[in-house]
């Protein structure tokens, strides 16, 4: 079966996720960003998701773990939860 590690920042709105993209882009750290600015719990881990599998994560955010490009940041992606930013560093 499929599997990748990601991470993500979650906030709450899109302009907060552009400007937080905005200093990835400028080489900010992504774990400090996402500890200091994400409201998801995941936050005090700097937005490791861990090990994903098809279907554990909205269908929003699963397409972008297993859809795009590894290593990018994607978004800000919307989902109930909020607008993230969303980092695939392995998958299989």
Same mark, same amino acid.
């Given at each position: 079966? !499929? $599997? #990748?590690?990601? +991470?993500?920042?979650? =906030?709450?709105?899109?302009?907060? #996720? !552009? /400007?937080?993209?905005?200093?990835? !882009?400028?080489?900010?750290?992504? #774990?400090?960003? #996402? ?7 995941? !936050?005090?881990? &700097? &937005?490791?998701?861990?090990?994903? %599998?098809? &279907? /554990?994560? =909205?269908?929003?955010?699963? /397409? =972008?773990?297993? %859809? $795009?490009?590894? +290593? ?7 989902? /109930? ?9 392995? +998958?299989?």
């Amino acid at each position: 079966m !499929a $599997k #990748a590690m990601a +991470r993500h920042i979650l =906030v709450r709105t899109e302009a907060e #996720a !552009a /400007q937080l993209k905005q200093r990835l !882009a400028k080489g900010e750290d992504f #774990a400090s960003l #996402a500890r200091k600015h994400s409201i998801c719990p995941s !936050a005090k881990r &700097g &937005g490791d998701l861990g090990e994903v %599998r098809p &279907g /554990q994560m =909205v269908r929003a955010i699963d /397409q =972008v773990i297993f %859809r $795009k490009p590894l +290593r990018d940041i994607h978004g800000p992606v919307k989902t /109930q939860f909020g607008y993230h930013l969303v980092q695939t560093f392995y +998958r299989d």
